[in-house]
C-alpha cells in the first residue's frame, strides 16, 4: 500500500519547495508550543526535538492512516545566541542590525514519521551564512516589504532577502527550511525517493 506524505507545517515555503519537486502530497498544518532555546540544549538538539514533536503530534491526529509525515524546525544561531521569528517590525529591524555584516548558522532538523507504525528518523543540517554590510536606509526597506516577519532571523533568502547576503557556505535549501537531499535520505528509508 502507498503511503500518503504529509507536510505537517504552516511554512509556505516548505510548500512550494515540495510541489517544485512534483510531489504529491497533503498539508497538515501543526500548532505546537515549540522548545525555545535554553541552557544546555544545543541548536542540533533544539531544532531536531522541535521537528520531531511536530510530526509526533500530527502522526497522533492520523494514527490509523498509513501516512509519511514530515516536518521541521529552523532557527538561526549568531554567536551562540539562537534567533527566531521577530515579533513585529520593530524586532525585525533589530535582528537584521545584529546580523549586518556577520556570519551566523541556520540549522534545521527535520523527521520524517511513517504511520501507524509510529517508525520515525530525525535529522539536521547546518549551513553558514554572512550578511553583508548593508544600510540601516536598506534594513526599512526590507522590513517594509513584509517579508522577514515569520522568518527564523528575519530574512528569507530565497525573496529579496537575497539581497542582504553575502555568501553562503552549505545547503541552500536548508536555510530556506527544508534540506531537501537530507529529506530523501530520510524517506529512503521508508522506499520512498524524491527522485
Keep these: 500500500m502507498k503511503r500518503e506524505i504529509i507536510l ?64 521541521a524546525d529552523t532557527i538561526v544561531v549568531l554567536d551562540g545566541e539562537i534567533i527566531g521569528k521577530p515579533k513585529d517590525e520593530k524586532d525585525a529591524i533589530r535582528i537584521l542590525k545584529k546580523l549586518r555584516g556577520k556570519y551566523h548558522y541556520v540549522f534545521t532538523g527535520i523527521a520524517v514519521w511513517a504511520t501507524p507504525e509510529n517508525v520515525h528518523y530525525v535529522s539536521s543540517v547546518r549551513s553558514k551564512v554572512k550578511m553583508r554590510d548593508y544600510s540601516d536606509k536598506e534594513i526599512e526597506r526590507y522590513v517594509a516589504t513584509g517579508e522577514p516577519i515569520d522568518k527564523a532571523g528575519a530574512y528569507g ?20 527550511g527544508l534540506p531537501l537531499v537530507r529529506l530523501n535520505y530520510l524517506l529512503n528509508k521508508f522506499g520512498y525517493d524524491l527522485l
Design 8 to 71: 505537517a507545517s504552516n511554512s509556505p515555503r516548505r510548500r512550494e519547495l515540495l510541489k517544485s519537486l512534483g510531489v504529491d502530497f497533503k498539508i497538515f498544518p501543526i500548532e505546537v508550543e515549540e522548545i525555545e532555546g535554553k541552557k544546555g540544549i544545543s541548536p542540533v538538539e533544539l531544532v531536531k526535538k522541535n521537528a520531531l514533536m511536530k510530526a509526533q503530534n500530527a502522526a497522533e491526529l492520523c494514527q490509523n492512516e498509513y501516512n509519511l509525515i514530515i516536518s
Design 157 to 176: 533568502i530565497q525573496g529579496k532577502g537575497a539581497l542582504l547576503i553575502e555568501k553562503i557556505e552549505g545547503d541552500y535549501y536548508n536555510i530556506v
